[in-house]
């Protein structure tokens, strides 16, 4: 197969696959194998992940938002963690790596988008995310509350407000108490409860201005 019918095949596409490139050119696995192992050489396509591919500029016809990819390349799930505070403004700090949460095993990847981590949680915790438009692109991304509820549940140790203040927290009037009180019942966690406590006080000292220093 030509380069010329790959585009187009796939030039309006994000991203595609292995399976989706037998399917839709009628050609041999192995020989799409090799053309692909070729292209990629020649800097015409992008290796994501494991027989999943974006073509490079200037072949690509649409927008590729790294957030996007992070949720496709490894489905299901949705940015949390360290990212979504940052997406949000709650932590001064821009996040380094895309953080998603996955009822998968963690897994990780890195590719000329960025770097992508996974972390695993339960599936009675899978929920709290939302889709919000990113670029051209709707992305599934952690609520406020469940970002914070999220971290808290795969760091160790207890939150406490030292912790919390710790962390930098700002732009806390984005975080709704009660949803997050609420939310940190359905993990059915004494300890994420005591956290979601921990930041309502912490929150309060905050704006009162009474946390000691």
Do not use: C
């Not at 380069?3 to 596409?13: A, C, D, I, Q």
């Not at 020989?31 to 070729?38: D, E, K, N, V, Y």
């Not at 990847?109 to 438009?133: C, M, P």
Request: aromatic letters at 12%.
């Amino acid at each position: 197969m030509r380069f010329e019918r790959l585009l187009t095949l796939v030039g309006h596409l994000p991203f595609f696959d292995l399976p989706m490139l037998v399917q839709l050119s009628g050609a041999r696995r192995a020989t799409l194998r090799t053309q692909l192992h070729r292209w990629n050489l020649q800097g015409r396509i992008i290796p994501l992940r494991r027989a999943l591919y974006a073509l490079a500029p200037p072949h690509r016809r649409v927008e590729v938002h790294p957030a996007f990819l992070a949720n496709q390349m490894y489905r299901p799930s949705y940015l949390s963690f360290h990212w979504a505070l940052s997406y949000y403004g709650l932590i001064p700090e821009r996040a380094v790596a895309y953080t998603s949460a996955s009822t998968r095993v963690p897994r990780r990847f890195e590719n000329a988008f960025g770097r992508f981590r996974y972390t695993h949680i339960k599936k009675e915790a899978f929920f709290g995310y939302r889709s919000v438009r990113i670029g051209s692109h709707g992305v599934l991304v952690a609520s406020p509350e469940k970002a914070l509820l999220d971290l808290w549940h795969v760091e160790k140790g207890p939150w406490s407000v030292e912790r919390m203040a710790a962390m930098r927290f700002q732009g806390l009037e984005l975080v709704d108490r009660a949803g997050l009180l609420e939310s940190a019942r359905r993990f059915r966690s004494p300890r994420l409860l005591r956290a979601a406590r921990a930041w309502e006080a912490f929150a309060r000292s905050e704006v009162e201005g009474t946390r000691e220093l």
